[in-house]
């Protein structure tokens, strides 16, 4: 059964630093991992897709790495704003039940 | 030109009392999906459908039923509420695996309320 964790569960900064939000997930049979923002009260927004076969994935700011052997993936945020500011979800894909499986998410905070 | 809309957006009902919540997708994809954030913001998936086939029913007590009259809309039923079923539920959809491009897309999510 997968699961998935998100370290940290929380964090705040100040604008314009570096971040770097993690995920790490029990089953490395997956398909793809895709990253998410969920703004309080809203649904979600799809970030990045990141294939199995794939290292790494960039928009923008925004740059995904996958580790699928060691059951790794990390979001990296440069130069943060505070329209950052909500919550990153992470969700395997499963290879064999076909499920997005969402990791507790961290919840980010970047103040002016 | 939302790309998967749910209805309503918000839903508050009485214990005993029946309710839908309608979702469809405008993507072309072949896989929709219903998951349940609760309180503590933890999403989990309650089902998954493929071509209007059932492919994933989690754990989910058979108050909830979902129906698929075509790939394009996954209604959710539910039956005789209970306090517990408050949350927010969300639709998504996709294409399954190996047709393409593969990105899960979220609709706004609906508050359901149990009072």
């Known amino acids: 059964k997968q699961e998935v964790t998100q370290i940290p569960a929380a964090l705040s900064v100040p604008e314009g630093e570096n971040l770097v939000l993690n995920c790490s997930f029990t089953?490395?049979?997956?398909?793809?991992l895709q990253w998410f923002r969920q703004d309080p009260g809203k649904g979600l927004t799809s970030l990045l897709l990141i294939q199995s076969s794939q290292r790494e994935q960039t928009s923008g700011r925004l740059n995904a790495s996958l580790d699928k052997s060691s059951g790794r993936s990390t979001l990296y945020i440069a130069a943060s704003q505070p329209g950052d500011s909500a919550t990153y979800l992470c969700a395997p894909r499963s290879y064999n039940t076909d499920k997005l499986i969402f990791g507790t998410g961290t919840r980010l905070q970047v103040f002016p | 030109d939302t790309a998967v809309s749910q209805t309503p957006k918000y839903l508050v009902t009485q214990m005993g009392n029946d309710k839908s919540i309608k979702c469809e997708q405008n993507l072309g994809h072949d896989t929709m999906y219903w998951y349940k954030q609760d309180s503590k913001k933890f999403l989990k998936i309650m089902f998954s459908?493929?071509?209007?086939?059932?492919?994933i029913n989690e754990t989910v007590p058979n108050r909830f039923s979902p129906k698929s009259p075509d790939k394009a809309h996954l209604n959710l039923h539910i039956n005789s509420l209970e306090l517990g079923d408050s949350a927010v539920y969300f639709c998504?959809?996709?294409?399954?695996?190996?047709?393409?491009?593969?990105?899960?897309?979220f609709g706004q999510g609906t508050r359901l309320t149990v009072v």
């Open positions: 459908y493929n071509n209007k086939e059932l492919i």
């Open positions: 998504a959809s996709s294409q399954q695996q190996g047709a393409g491009n593969t990105e899960a897309f």
């Open positions: 089953d490395s049979a997956i398909y793809n």
